[in-house]
């Protein structure tokens, strides 16, 4: 069954440090893999996707993400983190369900910038 | 471009009352979702529609019921509200793997 894991609920980082967010999956085929960000009381925004190719993949905001396939990883990265990334950031898996397309979702990880 | 609309944006319902969620997008998009977000519980999905009367049930379909008339309109019904029901919930629609397009949110309170 596919799965997956954000090992953070919680991160605290300075402005203007780095980040990464962490994602492990669980799915038997090639994985599409999404990042998506939620800040408070709005919906969910697509950061960056990952399908096939190049294993670093780059998204809206200065976010990246690389996936490794023999870690089942697609961590989340920013080099120099802005107050205003200050959200909730899920990682989802891509599957096909019936002819339709669910994607499952990480339970999140809380991210906090102190300034 | 209005993308995917959620209506309303809160709600406060007695347990046993009805309601309908209304989602409705101007993409064109076949593909749209429902999906309820729990604290600490990522999302989970309700139900989906691959298209215009076609719908089938996701992982937590129980209390709710959804019809897709028109390729815009994907409304989300439940019966008999109960407090487990108190949530905040998605509407999302896609066009096949380039990832969601996320209404702001209904959120609903069962009291």
């Known amino acids: 069954a596919q799965s997956v894991t954000q090992p953070d609920i919680h991160i605290t980082v300075s402005e203007g440090a780095s980040l990464e967010l962490r994602c492990n999956y669980s799915y038997g085929a090639t994985p599409y893999l999404f990042w998506y960000v939620q800040s408070p009381g709005q919906g969910l925004q697509l950061l960056l996707k990952y399908f096939s190719g190049d294993t670093l993949v780059q998204g809206i905001k200065g976010f990246e993400a690389e996936f490794k396939r023999s870690q089942s990883s697609f961590n989340l990265r920013k080099p120099s983190v802005h107050w205003s990334d200050a959200a909730e950031y899920f990682c989802?898996?891509?599957?096909?369900?019936?002819?339709?397309?669910?994607?499952?979702f990480g339970t999140g990880t809380s991210l906090t910038v102190i300034p | 471009n209005a993308g995917v609309t959620q209506t309303p944006k809160f709600r406060i319902l007695k347990i046993g009352q009805s309601m309908t969620l209304q989602c409705t997008q101007d993409m064109n998009h076949n593909y749209m979702y429902w999906y309820r977000q729990d604290p600490g519980m990522g999302l989970k999905l309700i139900y989906y529609?691959?298209?215009?009367?076609?719908?089938d049930k996701g992982e937590v379909p129980n209390g709710y019921n959804v019809s897709r008339s028109t390729t815009e309109d994907f409304p989300l019904r439940l019966e008999l509200a109960a407090p487990s029901q108190t949530s905040v919930y998605f509407c999302a629609t896609d066009r096949g793997y380039y990832g969601y397009t996320f209404g702001s949110g209904t959120r609903l309170t069962v009291v």
């Open positions: 529609s691959v298209g215009a009367g076609i719908t």
């Open positions: 989802a898996v891509g599957a096909e369900v019936g002819t339709g397309n669910q994607f499952y």
